[in-house]
Every structure is written in C-alpha cells, then in structure tokens.
C-alpha cells in the first residue's frame, strides 16, 4: 500500500516538511506496512525555498542583504545544481520580517531580492526560480532591478530612491550598467495569484492594505506603478500589465518580466516538478495535502487544489487536513478534493493550535486513514 503526503506549510506553525512527518507518524500507527512518500509542497510563497530544497538535496546559502525597509539582514536561497538557482523574494523582503508599525508600503524596496539574484549569477546561475508571495514591497519590482545594476531616471537624469511611490518621478529605464551574464539567465516566476499589476484587482488595491497601506497610499502606489508601466511600454515597445500574477508581490515579476523576459507559472506547478509530485503519485492509493487554511482562494493556485489535479488524473482520492475551513472550501471537492477536515478536536485558543498542531495532525490523519482502509474494505466486500 503506497500514501503520498504532499503538503504545504502551516503559516507561523509548521514547515511543510513538519507538516509531512507529522500526518506521516499518523497513518504508521494505523498502516505500519505501508510505503509513505513525503513530498513536502509549496505555492511559491513563503515555505517554498524549505519544501524545494527538502524536496531535491539543494544547498541552502545565506547572504548579507537588506529587508524592504533597508535594513541590514540575512536571507537564504537555494543553489540546485547544473546552474538552477531558487530564490523566495519573502526570504529578503518579506512581510513576515516587518513588525506591523514598521512597515513602510510607499518606501519598501525589493531591492534585497537583486541582491539575492546577483548572488546566484556570479555562483553560475543560469536558470533562475523566483517563488513570489508574503512580501512587503510594493514596487512592482524596481528596487530588485536598481541591485541589478539598472538605473531609474527621473527627467533631471537623477536616479530615484527605493521604493514604489517613486516612480511616479520615473522618466526612463537605463539597463547599461547590468551584468552582462544577466541576458543568458532563464528566469521562471512562480505565482500563486493571477491579479494583474494595476486597477482594481492589482497589487496596489488588493495586498498594500494588508502591507500597511491606507486607503491614500494605495491609490499613490497604483499610479506609481500605471506610471511605470507607460514608460516600459514606451520604451521596450512592450505592456505586461494585464497578464495574470503580475500583481504578485507588489508587481515584483513585472520587472522581471520586462527586462528579462521571465516567464511565468503557477508556483504549485514548479515546486510540484522539482520536488517529483507526479511521480510520487503515480500508483499511489490514497494522498494527503493540506494547509493552514482552506477556502475558496484556495482553487486560485494554492497547493491542495495543485496536488488534488495530479492526484485526479490518476483517480487517487485525496484527504486535505487543514488548520482551518473557511467559506466556499466545498468548491475543492470539485477540483479533486475528496474529503477536507479541520485540525481541533474542539474549541481551542489560536496559541493553543499552534503548539498543538503536530499532535493535531498525527491524530485527525490516524482516524482518517482508519476511516478510507474501513470504507476500502466494504468496497471490496
């Protein structure tokens, strides 16, 4: 009997990886014969640099960088061999590392993800994965382009300072100063969302509230970055605005994908081919995923509803075990889903969720599996 636990992280709790063993300690009390396969998962977001490296015996490395409010940090990424790199923006400018009323949403730069970038070009990198997701900027990534080298301009030919709201001084892009081995860089972003950059669905109106933004601000950096998008389009004769996930990270992928024609996926997808998903799956007879929430965004790309799909294709029922449930996560059993269930066995504390979750996990995925070999028997009666 072969089980697949594919999950991904519990946000502020559990790594997938912890995620994993946990449900995986569960189903041996039950099924201590069968063959478990952990495939720890992620979006492209935040716990997706632990789950790819878990996933392929990559070499994590640290570098000295700045956060998105520019002060001195260290952020992790991953060196895959044969020149792929993978690189989570949140590890350098994440929303995580920025308490509350800290945070700066008109100032707050991408500039440490350059920075990262640059690092995994001069180790030889020459395929890039940038995992989009959790991050504090919202600068449709200009301060990642400015660590590379590229030069924004105002109309008195004086570069801009860090951060989105600036560019509503921009009046031209300068890519001279760029580090020649960038051209040969194949980059692949991994998104989770599919908002454009700009509007009423963009990066600005959707996640700057949540990244300190009043109602002010929000309309300042969606202008900033409308601006910023004329001038691309008027000089490289290309508009990427509108494509899906551009909104991603503050519109992080937007730069990226002007300047160095990245190309775009949706990050379960990625982390799903570089950690072997389908392979895992492939004759399995049941499969667990799960996250810290489950609803109805969660068909937008987050990774149950990416596990479930390869899942279905080979007709292998799939239990989602999760922190908690919230409205429309019914739509999933649409999707693959078999069955979902929250975690608590009752009414808990937050703080008592969190300390509890591994135990949580071990036991709802106990009864599960006794409840699917159970309902497997009577089916073969």
């Known amino acids: 009997m072969r089980i697949v636990i594919a999950p991904d992280s519990f946000k502020e709790c559990l790594s997938a990886a912890e995620v994993a063993e946990a449900v995986a300690d569960g189903v041996r009390e039950v099924l201590p ?3 478990i396969i952990c495939v720890p998962m992620a979006d492209g977001g935040e716990g997706s640099l632990d789950a790819v490296l878990a996933a392929t015996g990559g070499q994590e490395r640290w570098l000295d960088v700045v956060d998105a409010n520019g002060r001195a940090c260290q952020a992790n990424w991953g060196w895959l061999g044969d020149g792929k790199a993978f690189i989570e923006m949140a590890a350098a400018a994440g929303l995580e590392q920025i308490a509350p009323l800290e945070r700066q949403p008109l100032q707050a730069s991408s500039y440490g993800v350059g920075q990262l970038v640059q690092a995994a070009v001069q180790a030889g990198a020459r395929h890039i994965v940038l ?3 959790g991050s504090a ?10 660590a590379l080298g590229v030069r924004l301009l105002d109309a008195q030919g004086h570069e801009l300072p860090r951060g989105g709201a600036a560019l509503r001084q921009l009046d031209r892009v300068v890519l001279d100063g760029v580090d020649a081995r960038l051209k040969d ?6 998104v989770d969302v599919d908002n454009p950059l700009c509007g009423l669905r963009g990066a600005s109106a959707i996640f700057g509230p949540q990244k300190g933004a009043s109602a002010e601000d929000v309309a300042v950096l969606d202008d900033a970055l409308s601006h910023f998008a004329d001038v691309c389009a008027r000089q490289f004769a290309v508009d990427h605005r509108n494509i899906p996930g551009m909104g991603a990270a503050g519109g992080l992928g937007f730069a990226v994908k002007t300047c160095f024609n990245a190309s775009f996926r949706p990050g379960v997808e990625l982390v799903a081919e570089l950690s072997g998903l389908a392979a895992a799956v492939e004759g399995a007879d049941l499969v667990f995923t799960g996250e810290g929430r489950m609803d ?4 937008l790309g987050k990774t149950p509803a990416g ?7 080979n007709g292998i029922p799939v239990i989602a ?6 409205d429309g996560y019914e739509a999933l059993y649409q999707a693959g889903i078999t069955a979902a269930f929250s975690l608590a066995p009752g009414p808990v504390s937050l703080e008592q969720a969190y300390a509890h979750a591994a135990q949580y996990l071990r036991q709802r995925a106990g009864d599960c599996t006794r409840a699917w070999l159970a309902g497997s028997k009577a089916v073969l009666r």
Do not use: H, M
Not at 137 to 146: C, K, P, V, Y
Not at 296 to 299: G, K, N, P
Not at 307 to 313: C, E, F, G, K, T
């Open 131 to 133: 995992g989009l997701g």
């Open 185 to 190: 860089v194949q980059f692949e972003i991994a």
């Open 33 to 35: 014969a069968a063959e």
């Open 137 to 146: 900027t919202n600068d449709a990534g200009a301060g990642l382009l400015q």
């Open 307 to 313: 596990v479930a799909r390869y899942a279905s294709r």
């Open 321 to 326: 075990l999760v922190g908690s449930l919230g």
């Open 296 to 299: 109805a965004q969660t068909l």
